[in-house]
């Protein structure tokens, strides 16, 4: 039979310094990775976002303007252009509108090579706008999170690793 002392002379004291370093790295991480407060959204954010999104509007009215430059259009350029004109019509209705974009269309008379290169086109002018819009928008919310306080974020990661280091050591047993 083997008996065991109540009280062992286990130094518990490094399982606490661990948890706790750990959990004041992961205070800090959790300082760029928790979402924005709606404090944090205040008109100044917003005001912000308003324009990075007309600078990206301006980006894509440039790539729509190169394609209008260019002298011997493909079909599929050709209609394009066209879709945008009609679609920066003033004074029509969605009706109207959409009536005119079919007519483009079908006036255009594109081949099956067209029709895929016109996709093509209307993606790539879209990307090129969403994906600035998606980089300067991540861009100012991670400098928005930069200026939170390292402290109290590092403070409730070692509080917390802390508290769990000590009830590690208080439930662990002896099998």
């Not at 996709?119 to 819009?133: G, L, T």
């Amino acid at each position: 039979m083997k008996t065991h002392a109540i009280h062992s002379n286990e130094n518990t004291f490094p399982t606490i310094v661990k948890a706790s370093a750990v959990g004041g790295i992961a205070g800090y991480a959790a300082k760029y990775m928790l979402p924005l407060t709606s404090d944090e959204m205040d008109d100044e954010f917003k005001g912000a976002i308003n324009i990075i999104r007309e600078q990206s509007k301006k980006a894509k009215a440039k790539s729509i303007e190169a394609l209008k430059k260019i002298p011997d259009k493909t079909p599929a350029q050709d209609t394009f252009v066209k879709m945008v004109a009609v679609e920066n019509e003033a004074g029509v209705s969605k009706i109207g509108r959409a009536l005119k974009m079919k007519k483009v269309f079908e006036n255009a008379k594109l081949t099956d090579a067209d029709k895929i290169q016109l996709r093509s086109i209307i993606s790539n002018v879209n990307e090129k706008a969403v994906d600035m819009f998606k980089r300067c928008t991540s861009a100012y919310e991670g400098a928005v999170k930069k200026t939170r306080s390292t402290g109290a974020f590092v403070a409730a990661g070692i509080a917390v690793g802390f508290l769990a280091g000590l009830a590690h050591n208080i439930l662990k047993t002896d099998a």
